[in-house]
């Protein structure tokens, strides 16, 4: 439930000013200033079966470890929520990253990598300044999920694969039973069509 | 600015945590460098999120809300005011993501001498599918013709370096797939050092499922 003015043909896109205040970004806020755990429930009852959905997504994870993955997640949402700032990004990028960061360390845990890096080292969190190029990107979420609901089947369900599924694009093409080259070009399509910027190759 | 990025076939699965450990230290320390690609990085994570929260809902048992709010006494909600500052000093120009590899700046590193103009040293990711390692060419000095039975990542930290192709500098990152053979030089005008990620000889299948195997060996990376 964002709050947006739409005027004829915006689709959702938020003014770069404008401050997320969607419910699940106030029971972050909520629980960083109270420990709320009422807040902390009602988010618990939206996003822990969508990290259950991810963390099953491909099925290379047991129940158990699904389970194991929810609770984990949320315990970090619990821990970390001071840190999210409304103005950067909506509370689900916020969780999804959380979820997809756990994910990855809980799949190198279970074949006993020994790295002293964490999965969240690979996303440099920005303290203080951050560029404001890349400030607006974050602040982009509301557009790109408006034009992922125009995307060609074909396309949506190999970035599925590769998001969701944890898929790298080589066996994306193997389980489709398409050349890489075509899995390749639709996720390029795909990401022109999310207008994400592209660099020139 | 770089001038040379990662693809976005290689940014896609770098957001979507799908890239090898080696790999994606190797994307995220590029970033470092280059606000455009962390905008690239980051759009490609909302298309992610948007995935996400498309998901269809699989149902979670009470009993693992009530053990998460039983665990929520033991973890109260961490203050963020301030992260840990990371050295700005001699390798504040060093990407974080070395910086916690390396413990310390280049010259604390143990550096094998290859040739008289090529020291190499090797760092411990954790990932057994890839050499993570730290080239010093010196300036002018040239690495030995070699090609590659795997693809080679390279991320120029310092200095710069030419071949067949181009020229790149600090920030710049390349990607080489397998058979390729290249002799890179390094520029008159001062020494090189950049980071090499290169594919182990011994190829596994997807690292996210070899664990499932238990008689594949790991090779401690
Ligand atoms: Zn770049």
Redesign the pocket.
């Known amino acids: 439930m964002h709050i947006v003015e739409n005027q004829g043909g915006g689709s959702g896109w938020q003014a770069p000013t404008g401050r997320r205040t969607d419910e699940w970004s106030e029971c972050l806020t909520l629980i960083a200033a109270n420990e709320d755990r009422a807040a902390f429930t009602r988010l618990f009852r939206h996003f822990a079966p969508l990290i259950k959905a991810f963390a099953l997504s491909g099925s290379s994870l047991s129940a158990a470890h699904a389970d194991e993955l929810v609770q984990e997640v949320m315990l970090k949402v619990w821990q970390k929520a001071a840190a999210f700032n409304p103005e950067k990004a909506a509370a689900s990028t916020w969780v999804y990253t959380i979820a997809r960061n756990c994910r990855t360390d809980m799949f190198r845990r279970l074949q006993k990598f020994d790295t002293p890096l964490a999965a969240e080292d690979f996303t440099p969190e920005q303290e203080g300044e951050e560029p404001f190029a890349v400030l607006q990107s974050r602040r982009s979420g509301d557009r790109i999920r408006d034009l992922m609901d125009q995307l060609p089947s074909d396309q949506a369900q190999i970035l599925a694969k590769v998001y969701m599924e944890g898929k790298s694009h080589a066996e994306a093409a193997g389980e489709l039973d398409l050349p890489l080259g075509t899995v390749k070009s639709r996720v390029r399509l795909a990401i022109q069509k999310l207008q994400v910027h592209m660099?020139k190759q | 600015m770089?001038k040379f990025?990662?693809s976005i076939d290689l940014l896609t699965e770098y957001a979507a945590g799908n890239l090898p450990l080696a790999q994606s230290a190797c994307v995220a320390a590029?970033l470092n460098y280059?606000e455009?690609?962390q905008r690239t990085a980051v759009q490609l994570q909302e298309a992610g999120s948007a995935l996400f929260g498309a998901l269809d809902p699989v149902p979670v048992g009470d009993s693992v809300l009530d053990s998460v709010l039983a665990r929520l006494d033991e973890d109260a909600p961490l203050s963020y005011a301030q992260a840990p500052e990371a050295d700005q000093t001699e390798v504040g120009r060093t990407p974080a993501i070395l910086q916690r590899l390396m413990k310390g700046d280049f010259s604390e590193l143990v550096w094998r001498k290859v040739t008289e103009s090529l020291r190499i040293s090797y760092l411990k990711t954790g990932d057994p599918g890839y050499e993570f390692a730290l080239y010093h060419i010196k300036a002018g000095g040239k690495i030995p013709d070699h090609d590659h039975r795997g693809s080679e990542m390279t991320l120029v930290l310092q200095g710069g370096f030419s071949d067949a192709n181009g020229s790149y500098h600090e920030g710049d990152?390349i990607y080489r797939a397998a058979n390729d053979t290249h002799a890179p030089t390094a520029l008159q005008s001062e020494d090189c050092i950049c980071l090499a990620v290169l594919d182990a000889p011994l190829k596994f299948t997807n690292w996210k499922y070899r664990w499932m195997n238990p008689f594949l060996q790991l090779r401690a990376g």
Do not use: M, V, W
């Open positions: 660099e | 770089a990025h990662p590029h280059c455009s690609c990152f």
